[in-house]
């Protein structure tokens, strides 16, 4: 117990004397998992608003596997884009494994089907509310897409912060194809798994702090905004 | 606030130089089925002219389901709708509006709610969702989430939406239901203008006494068939259908 304070305190003098290791650490992980956020989104918005509109053979299936999806084991994930990226791989030449590139990639496809399962439930309800004014204006599909993406944007920033959320405390897939190398690849997660094995705990418990602080911004800012929009009627 | 200049600067009423007119509609054999229940039952219709058409009858007697019928959202059961002699294609649809009972509002601010369907219709301009704006009495409301606005103001905000496009057909499902007097007054107001400019009506309503207010002529609709197609003042002095009379009576409830 009081090795535990000891290193509570230690941890806290990390934080507070923003700590050069700690820091590049805490960068990387934004990196990696905020472009992960930005790819999973560039993919899964437009997906999720093309599942909610179009009605096609398979559509129900479709909406069963992203929903799915959504529960991929991260380890699963580590384990298939490693096995893309290492040299036997298809994608062996690129040469990523054990980059920062093939830490966004696996993140991407984990909170993908996330991204996207959730944005199709959110653009599914608000289509069903215009799609009648949508169809009396003649409304065309890309156009009634592009509308709703907008229309529901606090709630898929909402959907956004949590596929973000998913990214930045996984560690299962980005221990596998980043390989947690010091100054290169490791991140918060992996960061904390190894120190806690090593029996570092400040380093690990200073982590745990800014990752729980990371996650207490992430879900005030999901709230401010969605208060924010509430008030002035956008959702 | 009703001024004639405003459709003569293209910002609102029928568009005009278009070619050739989508009047008369009509509708032969209309028939509608649900779930095996026949709720539009072989209904024969022709609008015409321009004026105010005022669809009545009971709950229940098919008045929405027509009017959709007739703008297309909803695909016949049998029968068949056609417009300026043609068929009810997509093109045809775009010079229709409706406004429904209860608006459908952008989740944005009232100009933007305007300013999407001017850019649908590729006649996007300040000047032009302004006056409308101003037609219908929100141009002060212009910035405020659309959202905001009393019942009131939504309903004549989705009414200028509608007239945004200058449709040459615009057809009203009970836009007043449920709005105060003054509201229903309002709303009125602007239909009928856009009527002496040259829009078709088509307007559902319960309310006897907006329909003696609008109405050139009454469609009476009950249990899904057209009972009676003629001018408003012979409508409310003479109803021929013994279901009319009742209905005038206040004696039919479904």
Known sequence: MHELGDAFAIAMALVVSADSDLLEIVGL????????????????????????????????????????????????????????????????????????????????????????????????????????????????????MAALLWDARYSLLTVALAGFGRAVAEVGAVIIVGGNINHLTRVMTTAIALETSKGDLAL??????????IALLVNSGVMALRSTSARHAYV | MFDAALYAIGALG??????PPILPGEAHGLVLDVDGQRLIDGVDLRLASPGVTVIMGPNGAGKSLLLRLLHGLIPPTAGRISWGGGPLSEA????????F???VLLRRSVAANIDFV?????????????????????????????????????????????????????????????????????????????????TKIVFVTHEQGQAKRLADDVVFLH????????????????????????????RILL
């Not at chain 1, 690990?204 to 602080?213: D, K, N, T």
């Not at chain 2, 009676?228 to 206040?250: K, M, V």
């Open chain 1, 29 to 144: 992980s934004l990196r990696v998992s905020v472009s992960a956020m930005l790819v999973s989104c560039a993919v899964a918005l437009p997906l999720g608003a093309v599942v909610a509109i179009a009605r096609f053979p398979g559509r129900g299936a479709v909406i069963v596997v992203l929903n799915a999806l959504m529960g991929l084991p991260p380890v699963v994930v580590g384990l298939l884009v490693y096995l893309m990226l290492s040299n036997a791989g298809p994608f062996g030449g690129l040469r990523l494994l054990y980059t920062p590139t093939a830490m966004i990639i696996a993140q991407t496809i984990l909170i993908t089907p996330i991204i996207a399962a959730l944005s199709r439930q959110v653009i599914e309800d608000l289509h069903q509310e215009y799609a009648e004014q949508f169809r009396s204006l003649c409304v065309p599909a890309h156009t009634a």
């Open chain 1, 204 to 213: 690990a418990l200073a982590l745990g702090i800014v990752l729980l602080a």
């Open chain 2, 14 to 19: 029928a568009m005009t130089g278009r070619s």
């Open chain 2, 92 to 99: 045809v649809r775009a010079r229709q509006a409706m406004v």
């Open chain 2, 101 to 103: 009972q209860r608006p």
């Open chain 2, 118 to 198: 001017l850019k649908l219709r590729g006649k996007a301009a300040a000047e032009r969702r302004d006056a409308l704006l101003d037609h219908v009495g929100l141009v002060d409301h212009a910035a405020l989430p659309a959202r905001l606005l009393s019942g009131g103001e939504q309903q004549r905000l989705a009414l200028a939406r509608a007239l945004a496009i200058g449709p040459e057909v615009l057809f009203l499902d009970e836009p007043t239901a449920s709005l105060d007097p003054a509201s229903m007054q309002r709303i009125e107001q602007i239909v009928g203008a856009a009527g002496r400019n040259g």
């Open chain 2, 223 to 250: 249990r899904g068939r057209i009972l009676e197609h003629t001018a408003a003042d012979r409508f409310f002095d003479r109803p021929e259908s013994e279901a009319a009379r009742d209905y005038l009576a206040g």
